[in-house]
T-cell receptor, first 113, second 115 residues
Framework: KNQVEQSPQSLIILEGKNCTLQ??????????LRWYKQDTGRGPVSLTI?????NTKSNGRYTATLDADTKQSSLHITASQLSDSASYIC????????????FGAGTTVTVRA | GAGVSQSPRYKVAKRGQDVALRCDPI?????LFWYQQALGQGPEFLTY????????KSGLPSDRFFAERPEGSVSTLKIQRTQQEDSAVYLC?????????????FGEGSRLTVL
């Protein structure tokens, strides 16, 4: 069973609108959580990295939140742009064997003009 | 180089053929990872190197898969007697140090199609 579940699987939003992606994980003990953006046919690119002590982290129009108690994270995209169309992947690292990252299946975001 | 470079970007193989996929990590990066990404799925861990040492190969699907990094820089993932289920994108990633709480940089992947 995948230890990282993302929702929704896909979504379509209009340019300029906001959206929020969800990530639930069961990895324990927990070390850190990352959000990656993956354009079609490209490798994932890091957006944010958060340790268990961090509640929120921003990178431009991207803001990630983390609740380590409930094992939930969200990625909020503000004022979406066409270039935000991509797959967004939540990645969790456990404190044991922290190199063995657990990847979610991703949320595919399509931004339309 | 400026980023992680993988080659070939695309490979079509007939079932039973051997293939070799190459990864050039960012210069000086200690950690190197290989992942397998099926269509519409997140990457799955295959193996992890710290310099030339292969510390974990537990994700390799079968003994047909073999990875090496003999000089602690370039790595090769070899798949022998390819099967259709091996069709996937193979991603390589590198990290500056041996502790993977740091930034992980991915290559663009090698898409393998086995006919």
């Amino acid at each position: 069973k995948n230890q990282v579940e993302q929702s929704p699987q896909s979504l379509i939003i209009l340019e300029g609108k906001n959206c929020t992606l969800q990530c639930n994980y069961t990895v324990s003990p927990f070390s850190n959580l990352r959000w990656y953006k993956q354009d079609t046919g490209r490798g994932p690119v890091s957006l944010t990295i958060m340790t268990f002590s961090e509640n929120t982290k921003s990178n431009g129009r991207y803001t990630a939140t983390l609740d380590a108690d409930t094992k939930q994270s969200s990625l909020h995209i503000t004022a979406s742009q066409l270039s935000d169309s991509a797959s967004y992947i939540c990645v969790v690292s456990g404190a044991l064997n922290d190199y063995k990252l657990s990847f979610g299946a991703g949320t595919t975001v399509t931004v339309r003009a | 180089g400026a980023g992680v470079s993988q080659s070939p970007r695309y490979k079509v193989a007939k079932r039973g053929q051997d293939v070799a996929l190459r990864c050039d990590p960012i210069s000086g990066h200690v950690s190197l990872f290989w992942y397998q990404q099926a269509l519409g799925q997140g990457p799955e861990f295959l193996t992890y190197f710290q310099n030339e040492a292969q510390l974990d190969k537990s994700g390799l699907p079968s003994d047909r898969f073999f990875a090496e990094r003999p000089e602690g820089s370039v790595s090769t993932l070899k798949i022998q007697r390819t099967q259709q289920e091996d069709s996937a994108v193979y991603l390589c990633a590198s990290s500056l140090d041996g502790y993977t709480t740091g930034e992980l940089f991915f290559g663009e992947g090698s898409r393998l199609t086995v006919l």
